[in-house]
Nanobody, 127 residues
């Protein structure tokens, strides 16, 4: 089992930056891919970014590519999302999630394959 707790959300002006962090408990963290997803009001939860269990590959949604950076520290059981040049359309609740399959060979961005979820943190970008 993996428990996840996000932090770092808040209110920022368009063009600004925020850094989200996710602290994980449980011994399987270093063997599972981690992802960030977001859900805006009235919309479905969507993929934002993911990183393989060993940090060997990353993936981003087209809407955040070149603005967001995902990273992880397996020694500290943390995963982070650096968000730069934020836009009002980035406003959402951001969720940290853990892959349900250990040591998956191919990084997945499919939401249903993520079994572990944090409670979410609100990010609001004002125009």
């Amino acid at each position: 089992q993996v428990q996840l707790v996000e932090s770092g959300g808040g209110l920022v002006q368009a063009g600004g930056s925020l850094r989200l962090s996710c602290a994980a408990s449980g011994r399987t963290f270093s063997s599972i891919a981690m992802g960030w997803f977001r859900q805006a009001p009235g919309k479905e939860r969507e993929f934002v970014a993911a990183i393989k269990w060993n940090g060997g590959s990353v993936a981003y949604a087209d809407s955040v590519k070149d603005r967001f950076t995902i990273s992880r520290d397996n020694a500290k059981n943390t995963v982070s999302l650096q968000m730069n040049r934020l836009k009002p359309e980035d406003t959402a609740v951001y969720y940290c999630a853990g892959d349900g399959l250990r040591l998956r060979t191919q990084l997945t961005v499919v939401i249903r394959e993520y079994d572990y979820w944090g409670q979410g943190t609100q990010v609001t970008v004002s125009s």
